[in-house]
């Protein structure tokens, strides 16, 4: 099973910039998996961000990022990351990377989360 670690969480202003890095380990990404970006509000439920295939270049966002947020990921670092630009305070939240194999329905690898506080 994959393990991943997420840092680059942070207090940033609205507007501003973070980039999230997913590192993985244990087992390497390949081609047969799906990689992920979750994030859970304060006393909201985790809701989706973006995902891609580990092998591809498409990706699919949340409506409410789309146009903002990147996913991205380096196969030499085996690091998944998430640029997240006009950040607004309504995206402040614990952000999750996750992964899965591509014919599995749910995510079986998740990171233990970090904290983005965007202030207005």
């Known amino acids: 099973q994959v393990q991943l670690v997420e840092s680059g969480g942070g207090l940033v202003q609205a507007g501003g910039s973070l980039r999230l890095s997913c590192a993985a380990s244990?087992?390497?990404?390949?081609?047969?998996?799906?990689v992920g970006w979750f994030r859970q509000p304060p006393g909201k439920d985790r809701e989706f961000v973006a995902s891609?295939?580990?092998?591809?270049?498409?990706?699919t966002y949340a409506e409410s990022v789309k146009g903002r947020f990147t996913i991205s990921r380096d196969f030499r670092k085996n690091t998944v990351y998430l640029q997240l630009n006009n950040l607004k305070p309504e995206d402040t939240a614990v952000y999750y990377c996750?992964?899965?194999?591509?014919?599995?329905?749910?995510?079986?690898?998740w990171g233990q989360g970090t904290q983005v506080t965007v202030s207005s």
């Open positions: 244990g087992r390497s990404l390949g081609g047969n998996h799906i």
């Open positions: 891609m295939h580990w092998g591809g270049d498409s990706a």
């Open positions: 996750a992964a899965k194999f591509v014919k599995f329905s749910s995510y079986n690898s």
